[in-house]
C-alpha cells in the first residue's frame, strides 16, 4: 500500500514538472493533482473500511 502511494507520488511530481514548461500546464497540473489526491483518499478508506470489518 505505502509502495503504491509513493509511486503516484513520483509520477505526479516528474508529471507536473514536465508540464510546467507547457502553455497548458495549470490545467494539466490541475487535472494531475486531483486525481493523485483521489487516488490517495481510496487507498487510504479502502485501508479504513478493511480495518473496521476485522
Known amino acids: 500500500m505505502y509502495l503504491y502511494l509513493t509511486v503516484d507520488v513520483h509520477s505526479g511530481t516528474r508529471t507536473q514538472y514536465r508540464s510546467f514548461k507547457t502553455p497548458v500546464s495549470f490545467y494539466l497540473r490541475l ?3 486531483m486525481y493523485l489526491y483521489l487516488r490517495v483518499d481510496v487507498h487510504s478508506g479502502t485501508r479504513t473500511q478493511y480495518r473496521s470489518l476485522q
Open 31 to 33: 487535472v494531475s493533482w
